[in-house]
């Protein structure tokens, strides 16, 4: 089994620049893709980015492309998402996921773990 946890969420202003950090313990060696994903009260969970460990291939979805950068540390298994120039609309929970091998990258139900989720709250 694999462990994630979710840090670096809290308030920020429009257009800050957090970086939250999802941390993977357990069977880490048989992670194939990681991402981001998020859900807004009253709204679907959708994808926010995802990474493959092996090349680092990055995937995004449209609201973000741009603005947000997905990397991940494979010696720390650690898994970061830089958010840049924060709008409102980006509030959410935001969860890590990972997936073994076939996942398709931006659909959430291609992945095996999950984190507890973190709340990012931007304010206007």
């Known amino acids: 089994q694999v462990q994630l946890v979710e840090s670096g969420g809290g308030f920020v202003q429009a257009g800050g620049s957090p970086r939250l950090s999802c941390a993977a313990s357990?069977?880490?060696?048989?992670?194939?893709?990681m991402a981001w994903f998020r859900q807004a009260p009253g709204k679907f969970r959708e994808a926010v980015a995802a990474i493959r460990k092996i090349d680092s291939d990055t995937y995004y979805a449209d609201s973000v492309k741009g603005r947000f950068i997905i990397s991940g540390d494979n010696a720390k298994n650690t898994l970061y998402l830089q958010m840049n120039s924060l709008k409102p609309e980006d509030t959410a929970v935001y969860y890590c996921?990972?997936?073994?091998?076939?996942?398709?990258?931006?659909?959430?139900?291609?992945?095996?773990?999950w984190g507890q989720g973190t709340q990012v709250t931007v304010s206007s």
């Open positions: 996921a990972a997936a073994k091998r076939g996942v398709t990258p931006l659909q959430a139900a291609g992945y095996d773990y």
């Open positions: 357990g069977r880490t060696s048989s992670i194939y893709y």
